[in-house]
């Protein structure tokens, strides 16, 4: 297994544009997590899945966001009408269930908003 | 809900220098706690962890003690090498319920180990 892969690891948008971010998490993993990270600070948690269920959504992840995983595999990250203080680092992360907090992170996707 | 305050950096020091990065935390309970890395270029990575109080975690020459009287976590390394240059993030799980699985990180050490 390669790891947590996401795509792109780049991405610029003019504000008011939508943008999705796909994660691909560890193949025997069943949790999956999103995470924001600004410039100087920690990841934020913003949601995440057991399988294809969305079990929490933090109060940072306003309406414009939303995230999904269909299959219980790969995860898609949607952000509409971005706004410039949406430009951060958006990082997912995936585990087992019996270990939940020994998360194995992705890269990363950097959003930009101009 | 649970918290975690690590030491402001950053922090330079020159190879084989002695490195502690201190963590407190507030939490309900005793929770596990966690130091994860970032090299540069590289996905965030578990380091370390301890599950109860007393623990000491260890790997790659770091080691962390869970100290519940002081609500520490700090973590050290007796001598820094080059490689060990990174971000270095605090961790614990947030609160019970609905909360297992989410992580609430410090904001980051930004530790530079020059030769």
């Known amino acids: 297994d390669t790891g947590v892969s996401q795509d792109p690891r780049h991405k610029i948008t003019k504000r008011g544009q939508n943008v999705t971010f796909r994660c691909d998490p560890i193949s025997e993993h069943n949790r999956l997590y999103w995470y924001r990270q600004t410039l100087g600070q920690g990841p934020e948690f913003l949601t995440y899945f057991q399988n294809e269920a969305q079990l929490e959504k933090s109060r940072l992840l306003s309406d414009r966001f939303s995230a999904e995983r269909p299959k219980g595999s790969f995860s898609t990250l949607e952000i509409q009408r971005t706004e410039q203080g949406d430009s951060a680092m958006y990082l997912c992360?995936?585990?087992?269930?019996?270990?939940?907090?020994?998360?194995?992170f992705g890269p990363g996707t950097r959003l930009t908003v101009t | 809900g649970n918290s975690v305050t690590q030491m402001e950096g950053p922090v330079t020091l020159s190879e084989e220098a002695f490195l502690t990065i201190n963590c407190t935390y507030t939490?309900?309970?005793?929770?596990?706690l966690f130091w994860y890395v970032q090299y540069p270029g590289e996905g965030l990575q578990l380091l370390l962890k301890?599950?109860?109080?007393?623990d000491k975690g260890s790997n790659k020459g770091f080691e962390a003690t869970y100290r519940k009287e002081t609500t520490s976590f700090h973590l050290e390394k007796g001598s820094v090498q080059v490689s060990d240059s990174a971000v270095y993030f605090c961790a614990l799980p947030g609160a019970g319920g609905t909360s297992y699985g989410k992580l609430t990180f410090g904001q980051g050490t930004i530790l530079t180990v020059h030769p």
């Open positions: 992360a995936s585990s087992g269930s019996a270990a939940a907090y020994e998360q194995y």
């Open positions: 301890a599950t109860k109080a007393d």
């Open positions: 939490a309900t309970g005793y929770p596990s």
